[in-house]
């Protein structure tokens, strides 16, 4: 189970820089940086999300705006969840911290909204309750360790 007020708001940020070779950094949104608590992104999730930040898409998803462009707007994020496969109507409110975040780990951060097998998730992505509501990160062990995690995340 993920831990309570987990999910997006937890660990994206732990992750950030911390990919070898140009490739995507470790996404763990289940919360926790890594030394402190929250299960690992799921290896299969991991894979899809290398395959989503891959996509030819990418380039053309958001006019004007690069793979590793952050504050690409509400508009681009709109596309960006709607091009994850989650339902555009339950499209989160844009904060900032996804202002904060590029195009990839928003892309990134979508896979697992579409992916994870928590009602949360789910329903975030799919249902019918509207767009989840943005949760604030869970405390971080050690403070500094991932400048706080996802800031207003979502999941």
Known sequence: ????????????????????????PTVNLLGGS????GDPTPNNIQQLQQQAVQNPVL???CPGKQRQSTDVGAECWAAIWANGGCKASNVPQYEAWHSAQTLEVLVADVVQWANLPDDRHKQGCYGDGG???NLAPPPQAGGAL???GLGGGLA
């Open 59 to 61: 380039d053309t998803l």
């Open 1 to 24: 189970a993920a831990p309570a007020g987990g999910g997006l708001g937890g660990g994206l940020g732990s992750g950030l820089g911390g990919g070898a070779g140009g490739g995507l």
């Open 131 to 133: 767009p989840p509501e």
């Open 34 to 37: 890594g030394m402190g608590g």
């Open 146 to 148: 991932g400048g706080g």
